[in-house]
């Protein structure tokens, strides 16, 4: 059931009805002005991605664009909050006979992420992370002009999601202190309201006497954890090991794997792949040729799709792992591996992220994994954790009856899901807290709302994958991706007014905040 629109508007001294049934119409009419320049950024941040904490060219294209091309819109702070590619943009109306403080004006917050992914760009989308958060705030803000009602919105500019947490750096440093609830949305395949996971990344290094042995280390803890799958504690968690050469990023799996094996001759190693290689190695496919780097050396290139860490995708460097294991088993003598390129090192580093579906499981499963390879490693580090973010119901309630409705296109597949299909670090924002044994949500340091928003164009030869794919960044380039977000920044900047218009929808919707 749709929530009516028709709040009552409660102004310092007075009180009227306000009538937010032409809400959509507005939204509509406003977009068509914000929306194209906003757009044009978010493409150009496409063809230029930058990587994480590196995000100069995008902090300076928001912020001139709001202070040269478009000044007093918004109160912009660049370089917000000791990092040097956030910003941060504030807005205030008070409508003629507010007599009230600034403080007593309700207040919304969006985010905004902005950083690519080590050679392969946005592959996760994050150019419509911005442009969903820049153009619903933007709506908002000419809504609130518009109709003549109090309201403060702020943008946090959140560099560094897909590396050390950057909002987790802009929580403690107080960027959302000011604000309960903040709100963004994310591009992937499929529509949903949904949970998100947390994350931890552990490093760790295998030292031998050889390049030979440095090489047999590093697989051998490849295969033990392997076969951790399915014996980690906790709900959904998994271990996925990425293997730091080459192009390597934390958060991207790689696409191309080299193997190199002496001692067997090159049909012995092929007959072997061949044998592994069934339908489950979606994507994947090898070459494998004779080469002189060593003596008797044959190398095995194998290439796949990247994308998130997933048990459910075996990748270019499992095939390698099964490889390695199998030529290892058994009686055969004499075999030893190297990294085609590499033979000198004698150091080899392993980075595995570890994800559960819930904050909590984190700890106990990072340390069966530590524990299982640090008989073999000579140092095992780790990252700071990303939380698991939790759904707030009231707002993917009120999110998905605005995205079924024809002002946004009728969409009959949106829906909730309990599936967590990747990390955030706006889990650091939210700050969750469940109850250990049912997983009931208590408490939120922040409201945080986040849907995931399907950009696939169902057509033919439309490029469509899954986060961090390759094949992800032509998605997030395409006409059709950037329409979806349109509509989404839409219902987002109506939820945004309904919120500060309507105290029984912003009780709701913070009911389990931590005061």
């Known amino acids: 059931m749709a929530r009516p629109r028709l709040f009552l508007l409660a102004l310092i001294g007075s009180s009227a009805a306000v009538d937010l049934s032409a809400l959509p119409g507005l939204l509509k009419t406003i977009s068509a002005d914000v929306f194209p320049d906003l757009k044009a950024i978010a493409q150009d941040l496409h063809a230029h991605p930058e990587t994480s904490t590196q995000e100069f060219h995008a902090h300076d294209s928001v912020v001139d664009y709001y202070t040269k091309q478009n000044p007093g819109l918004w109160d912009v702070t660049p370089h917000a909050y000791g990092e040097p590619t956030a910003f941060a943009l504030d807005f205030v109306h008070k409508p003629a006979g507010f007599l009230g403080a600034e403080d007593d004006i309700p207040v919304v917050g969006f985010m905004a992420e902005y950083d690519a992914l080590l050679g392969i760009g946005h592959a996760c989308g994050h150019n419509h992370i911005i442009l969903n958060g820049l153009a619903a705030a933007g709506m908002a803000r000419q809504a609130l002009i518009d109709l003549d009602l109090p309201g403060r919105i702020r943008v946090i500019g959140t560099p560094d999601e897909e590396n050390t947490g950057g909002k987790g750096r802009l929580r403690d440093a107080g960027a959302f202190d000011s604000v309960d609830v903040w709100m963004m949305a994310h591009p992937t395949s499929a529509n949903a309201v949904q949970p998100m996971q947390?994350?931890?990344?552990?490093?760790?290094?295998?030292?031998?006497?050889?390049?030979a042995d440095a090489v047999r280390t590093a697989y051998e803890a490849l295969v033990l954890i392997t076969d951790l799958a399915g014996k980690l504690p906790g709900t959904a968690s998994t271990a996925t090991p990425v293997e730091d050469v080459g192009m390597f990023a934390i958060n991207v799996v790689a696409q191309r794997i080299t193997l190199g094996v002496a001692g067997l001759s090159l049909q012995d190693v092929n007959s072997t792949v061949q044998g592994l290689l069934d339908s489950t190695y979606v994507g994947v496919n090898?070459?494998?040729?004779?080469?002189?780097?060593?003596?008797?050396?044959?190398?095995l290139s194998i290439e796949g799709p990247g994308g998130h860490a997933s048990e459910g995708n075996k990748s270019p460097l499992r095939l390698s792992i099964e490889t390695f294991r199998t030529l290892t088993s058994g009686d055969k003598d004499g075999v030893s591996f190297f990294l085609p390129g590499n033979t000198t090192v004698t150091e080899l580093d392993i980075t595995t992220s570890v994800r559960t579906r819930y904050t909590i499981d984190l700890d106990p499963a990072l340390e069966v994994v530590t524990s299982t390879i640090k008989p073999k490693a000579s140092q095992i580090t780790t990252d700071r954790p990303y939380p698991a973010l939790e759904v707030i119901k009231p707002l993917g309630e009120r999110f998905i009856n605005l995205m079924q409705d024809a002002d946004h296109g009728s969409q009959s597949n949106w829906n909730f899901s309990t599936i967590a299909p990747a990390a955030t670090d706006a889990g650091f924002v939210q700050d969750a807290q469940l109850?250990?044994?049912?997983?009931?949500?208590?408490?939120?340091?922040?409201?945080?709302?986040?849907?995931?928003?399907?950009?696939?164009?169902?057509?033919?030869?439309?490029?469509?994958?899954?986060?961090?794919?390759?094949?992800?960044?032509?998605?997030?380039?395409?006409?059709?991706?950037?329409?979806?977000?349109?509509?989404?920044?839409?219902?987002?900047?109506?939820?945004?007014?309904?919120?500060?218009?309507?105290?029984?929808?912003?009780?709701?919707?913070?009911?389990?905040?931590?005061?």
């Open 286 to 299: 090898y070459t494998i040729a004779e080469t002189d780097e060593v003596k008797d050396g044959v190398t």
């Open 198 to 211: 947390g994350r931890v990344d552990a490093q760790a290094s295998f030292v031998g006497a050889t390049h």
């Open 435 to 515: 109850d250990p044994d049912t997983k009931e949500l208590l408490s939120v340091g922040k409201v945080v709302f986040h849907p995931n928003f399907g950009v696939c164009e169902d057509k033919p030869g439309a490029p469509c994958g899954f986060n961090h794919e390759p094949i992800f960044a032509q998605t997030s380039g395409t006409e059709y991706s950037y329409g979806r977000t349109e509509i989404v920044a839409r219902a987002l900047a109506q939820i945004a007014v309904e919120l500060l218009q309507d105290k029984g929808f912003m009780r709701e919707a913070t009911q389990l905040l931590r005061r």
